[in-house]
Every structure is written in structure tokens, then in C-alpha cells.
């Protein structure tokens, strides 16, 4: 049974930082993208930033700068490096993995963060 497990959400200052991790448990076959989204109340879950299994990534222009997504390949688990946080950073966030030939999805149970004073 595949398993995404996010962590380390929570409540900050604006200004301050956060470290998202994603352990992924039960996968049988290549992992080959993985990444962060995250969604606001009313709003479609959007892509925050993404990693390939080579290494190669891409960010939402809104957190370019402040954000940094890495992944251990050899331990399966996924990180997004958050900082200089604003408040519109709020939101839960999502950790996704693409599987196998066909780039099968897997979702995450989602992690809320919440960037307020």
C-alpha cells in the first residue's frame, strides 16, 4: 500500500521558516517526479514547487527565492525548505509522487501551515 506521510507543519511568524518532509512507504517502482502543492479554502490546489528523480526542479514564481525542494532518493522522502514565509503562504500543503511508466499519482494526507503574527 503506498503511503505519503507529510510532516512538519505548523504556525509561524511572518518572516520565519518551515521544514515540510514527505516519507514515501510501499512504492514498488520508480518514483520519477515528486512535489509540493498546496490549497487555500475555495481555490484549486496549486503547484508550489517540483523535483524529478534526476534532480531537476521547478517553482510557483510566487516562492521562487524563498522556497527550496530537495529529495533523498535513496530513503524515499521529500522536503520543501520554506523561508522569508508571508502570510499568503497559508495553506495545507500536499506532497504528490508520480510512479512508474504510466506517472501514477499519489497523494499525501496534507499538512496545514499558517503564517500569521
Known amino acids: 500500500q503506498v503511503q505519503l506521510v507529510e510532516a512538519g507543519g505548523g504556525l509561524v511568524q511572518p518572516g520565519g521558516s518551515l521544514r515540510l518532509s514527505c516519507a514515501a512507504s510501499?512504492?514498488?517502482?520508480?518514483?520519477?517526479?515528486m512535489g509540493w502543492y498546496r490549497q487555500t479554502p475555495g481555490n484549486q490546489r496549486e503547484l508550489v514547487a517540483g523535483?524529478?528523480?534526476?534532480?531537476?526542479?521547478n517553482y510557483a514564481d510566487s516562492v521562487k527565492g524563498r522556497f527550496t525542494i530537495s529529495r533523498d532518493n535513496a530513503n524515499n522522502t521529500l522536503y520543501l525548505q520554506m523561508n522569508r514565509l508571508k502570510p499568503e503562504d497559508t495553506a495545507v500543503y500536499y506532497c504528490?509522487?508520480?510512479?512508474?511508466?504510466?506517472?501514477?499519482?499519489?497523494w499525501g494526507q496534507g499538512t496545514q501551515v499558517t503564517v500569521s503574527s
Open positions: 523535483i524529478t528523480s534526476g534532480g531537476n526542479t
Open positions: 504528490n509522487a508520480k510512479v512508474g511508466a504510466w506517472y501514477q499519482s499519489y
Open positions: 510501499g512504492i514498488n517502482f520508480n518514483i520519477r517526479t
